[in-house]
């Protein structure tokens, strides 16, 4: 029995040394295919981080923008009230010139119907023209006054009627 027991013994360390070929070669490859996984992973991790850098950039970027047209719309809404101010106080403008138009043209009637009856008065000397006054007599012995402007000055002409 020895020998059968020692064949046998032989036979299963040879079987043995087979399945071990075979297991170390699939273990060989397990190894290989752990390291690929491993560089895939840390590439992975690497872009992962990347990533979220760059979506922490843009969120900041987001808010940032979001802030600058809250800005620009807060500056809009103030730019139309100040126009909308700004069109009451044209209008309002538009009222007083048109008021001051009318004022001016029932002056100018007025004006032109007192020139009118003056015509008819013969009045030649305007109602409105400046007296002038004669200055106080001078020292003896200073030089005579200058006329003053007012004085020598012409009296305005009246405008010329307008039927």
Do not use: C, Y
């Amino acid at each position: 029995m020895d020998e059968s027991a020692g064949a046998h013994a032989r036979e299963r360390l040879i079987r043995w040394m087979d399945e071990s070929r075979e297991v170390l070669s699939v273990l060989a490859g397990l190894v290989e295919s752990s390291h690929r996984v491993t560089a895939k992973l840390q590439h992975s991790e690497h872009e992962t981080e990347v990533l979220r850098k760059e979506l922490h950039e843009l969120r900041k970027e987001i808010s940032e923008l979001r802030d600058e047209s809250g800005e620009r719309a807060k500056a809009q809404s103030d730019i139309q009230s100040r126009l909308a101010e700004m069109q009451k106080q044209n209008e309002v403008l538009k009222q007083e010139k048109e008021e001051a138009a009318q004022a001016f043209a029932r002056l100018l009637e007025t004006f032109q119907s007192t020139n009118q009856i003056a015509q008819k008065l013969g009045v030649t000397k305007s109602p409105f023209a400046r007296t002038v006054t004669p200055a106080p007599p001078a020292s003896p012995g200073a030089a005579p006054a200058a006329p003053t402007a007012a004085a020598s000055a012409p009296a305005p002409a009246a405008p010329a009627p307008q039927d």
